[in-house]
């Protein structure tokens, strides 16, 4: 960020000409609640026209498969246009993490999610981790608690499968024995303990136990290697976006565009028959969905928070872009950092060190839903305890259906276009 001396308030070009025509009127003339025609507005540069999205996109709303895996670009760590351009801050030592409580939350698309709540040791705030799919478990949730009783570990969400009434356990164990199964239970046992909406488990025949909930209060295993690298985004926080309908971004529509992805059927096994993918397809709201972990960070506004975000969207509207705005207000272009975001991967088992290595021998790493290159270095943390292997670029509905959806408007055209141009985002296809 600029030194700007103490008291200055730092000034630069306003993009947009001053509107030469409000000089020698009255008031009452001025109509200051008029805006120049759009063809004198500053418009965005064609660099962000819907031209640019590749035709096969995955995203496209027709003719998608049920089964269509968002197109993704392997990550060569750490790649050279990411490295030579200003490093993104890294943090000496990841902050601490624990996840406080969980719920399963039904959505209104038909699909369930476990929103867990964060806290830390950095900050006040409740970030947040939306887990979609039965894999991915928060450690710091399932550890025991001194002095709690199994009621309690319900109340704050560390239980497998889903709560019913008259459950009296959070524990594999236990509800083992209620069920009158006497070894451990197969894997997909557990599975079905994990299906949405299941009632009690009924007894399960005797199999091999795949060994994941053999350490009772500490159940995190890992991801199944047959689902691939699984998919993070890491989200800021955006009111006006997500909540209040804002066309200024796309963040609300990023959100959306995360759960849509993380919802979709776990792929089908190549060797599976093509007469059961096709009928697997026609039931498709029945397949297990491959999962992932929207972490959701309260870094309003970029870091800013919303009352200066507010300020930065009237400079935006006297003719700065997102980036001068933030300057202007003293804060940096981006005041973000991701060290909660990797602290939350790994209580989530997300880290190289739990995903262990593929057939090959490969560290395992994570599919990252972005077009920042800030965030892919990053969230990889001081000592890359998670690995970036995949990037799933996220590309404007607008631009994918031809204009038929997604959020449009002068407004978000600019702010795509500075992301671009200043940010150095990935959005070129
Ligand atoms: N200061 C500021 N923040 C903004 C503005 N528009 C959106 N934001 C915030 O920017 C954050 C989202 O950042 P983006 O730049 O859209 O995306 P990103 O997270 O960097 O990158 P992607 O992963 O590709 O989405 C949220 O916290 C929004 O509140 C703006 O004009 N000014």
Request: glycine residues 8%.
């Amino acid at each position: 960020m600029p030194d700007y001396p103490a008291h200055a308030s730092p000034a630069f070009p306003a993009a947009a000409p001053p509107r030469p025509e409000l000089r020698d009127r009255t008031v009452s003339e001025l109509r200051l609640n008029d805006r120049p025609p759009l063809q004198q507005q500053e418009v965005a540069p064609p660099l962000v026209s819907p031209a640019v999205t590749p035709p096969d996109s995955p995203f496209h709303a027709g003719g998608q498969r049920p089964d269509r895996q968002p197109r993704s670009i392997p990550v060569s760590s750490p790649s050279p246009s990411e490295t030579e351009e200003e490093p993104p801050t890294l943090l000496q030592r990841l902050p601490k993490v624990w996840c406080e409580v969980r719920a399963r939350i039904p959505t209104t698309t038909g699909q369930e999610m476990f929103l867990h709540l964060y806290h830390n040791d950095v900050d006040e705030k409740e970030h947040l981790a939306i887990v979609f799919g039965p894999h991915i478990r928060s450690r710091s949730l399932d550890a025991p608690r001194p002095g709690e009783t199994e009621r309690d570990r319900m109340i704050r969400g560390a239980y497998v499968g889903t709560l019913f009434p008259g459950r009296t356990s959070s524990r594999v164990e236990q509800i083992r024995k209620d069920a009158g199964v006497s070894s451990r239970p197969s894997a997909g046992y557990l599975s079905a303990l994990n299906a949405p909406g299941h009632g009690p488990p009924s007894p399960a025949p005797s199999e091999q136990a795949d060994g994941r909930e053999e350490e009772e209060g500490d159940i995190a295993g890992s991801y199944p290697l047959e689902l691939g690298p699984p998919m993070v985004r890491i989200h800021s926080e955006c009111y006006t976006g997500e909540t209040v309908w804002s066309a200024r971004c796309d963040c609300g529509e990023q959100l959306d565009e995360a759960a849509r992805l993380m919802s979709l059927p776990a792929p089908t096994p190549a060797s599976t028959p093509s007469n059961e993918v096709s009928e697997l397809h026609a039931n498709s709201e029945r397949l297990p969905s491959c999962g992932g972990v929207i972490v959701y960070l309260r870094q309003e506004g970029r870091g800013i928070g919303l009352g200066e975000k507010l300020k930065a969207y009237n400079l935006q509207d006297l003719g700065h872009d997102t980036m001068e705005a933030n300057l202007l207000l003293r804060h940096p272009g981006d005041a973000r950092s991701y060290g909660l975001a990797t602290a939350m991967l790994l209580d989530l088992g997300l880290d190289r060190k739990t995903l262990g290595q593929d057939h090959l021998g490969q560290d395992r790493g994570i599919k990252l839903l972005t077009n920042n290159p800030d965030k892919v270095r990053a969230v990889e943390g001081p000592n890359r305890e998670v690995k970036v292997i995949e990037r799933v670029p996220m590309v404007p509905l607008h631009w994918t259906t031809g204009g038929e959806k997604g959020v449009h408007g002068p407004e978000v055209e600019r702010y795509l276009a500075t992301k671009i141009e200043k940010f150095k985002h990935m959005l070129s296809g």
